[in-house]
């Protein structure tokens, strides 16, 4: 079988100077968070090959389009179909290639930094895998090839600052594909999303842990655990939250008094309302609206 890493019509890749990584995104107090050290795109990538024994220096996002391919980590081999994203952490031995009749064009990218580290181990946690699927969101290729231009123009510090910034909110569209593409998360990440939507739908109540079950069909116990474990909080105080929020959005583009805000909240007793806000806020619902009017 015919091997090989590059060379495909149509490709487009950057592989930025080593010597702008080192002077100017491992220099910047912004970049050197999370920058892009190489970057691409490989259409019908037949016979693509990589094999690294010793992993490489970065992490990489490989983002297939369409098409099949494998990618080897861990001793394990990953097949890999249109819409599934993989991240390859640093230092891990690997190797990927595409399939031989149905090769796949992929996006991809190396990235490195000081917190680059803690952002794969989060999205390892929140994906519970290397592997996710994408659904297709022409947002998430459009500011793909919009990070890919800007680089394409040059390494002024400007352009590195905007690619490199906006490829946060790529790699964020991947982790939480969910958030990009309502409708489309994970079972039990939908099913939080459903109770979420059921409190924000009834602010002006106040509603029970039973109630909050009810609405997606679960016990007790089981809503509270999968709701705590999902979004570190308990769904009381989760609701609580919500609540504050709103009363916030009230406090600053209203002039409704603290007593008529904390009804409108499902809430009668306004001293209540009051030190749940000021738990929240660490500050009083005047003192809050006082500081909004400050110039």
């Not at 015919?2 to 491992?26: S, Y």
């Not at 040059?154 to 946060?168: C, D, I, P, Q, V």
């Not at 459903?194 to 116990?221: C, F, G, K, P, V």
Request: aromatic residues 12%; charged residues 20%.
């Amino acid at each position: 079988m015919i091997r090989k890493g590059e060379g495909f019509k149509g490709q487009r890749a950057i592989v930025i100077p080593r010597n702008i990584l080192q002077e100017k995104c491992a220099a910047d107090p912004v970049m050197q968070t999370m920058y892009i050290t190489d970057i691409g795109y490989y259409p019908k990538a037949k016979f693509h090959y990589r094999r690294r024994l010793n992993g490489a220096p970065e992490h990489i996002l490989i983002y297939c389009l369409e098409g099949r391919g494998n990618i080897r980590l861990s001793k394990k081999d990953h097949p890999i179909k249109a819409g599934d994203c993989f991240i390859i952490p640093r230092d891990w031995p690997h190797a990927y290639q595409a399939h031989d009749t149905d090769p796949w064009t992929i996006y991809w990218a190396h990235f490195a930094g000081h917190t680059a580290d803690a952002i794969v181990h989060t999205s390892l946690q929140q994906l519970n895998s290397h592997q996710t699927y994408l659904p297709h969101a022409h947002e998430r290729l459009a500011l793909f090839d919009n990070i890919y231009q800007q680089l394409e123009r040059g390494y002024r510090t400007e352009n590195l600052l905007y690619a490199n910034m906006s490829f946060w909110a790529f790699l964020a569209s991947c982790i939480y594909p969910g958030s990009h593409h309502p409708g489309k998360t994970r079972p039990e990440q939908d099913t939080i999303d459903h109770a979420i939507d059921y409190m924000n739908q009834h602010l002006d109540r106040m509603l029970t842990l039973e109630q909050m079950a009810r609405s997606i069909n679960l016990s007790i116990s089981h809503f509270s655990a999968l709701f705590k474990s999902n979004t570190g909080y308990s769904p009381i105080e989760y609701f609580n939250h919500l609540k504050v929020q709103k009363a916030c959005q009230y406090l600053h583009f209203t002039h409704l008094r603290v007593k008529e805000i904390a009804s409108l909240l499902g809430m009668e007793d306004p001293y209540y309302f009051s030190r749940l806000f000021t738990k929240v806020m660490g500050l009083s619902p005047a003192q809050y609206r006082t500081k909004k009017q400050e110039p």
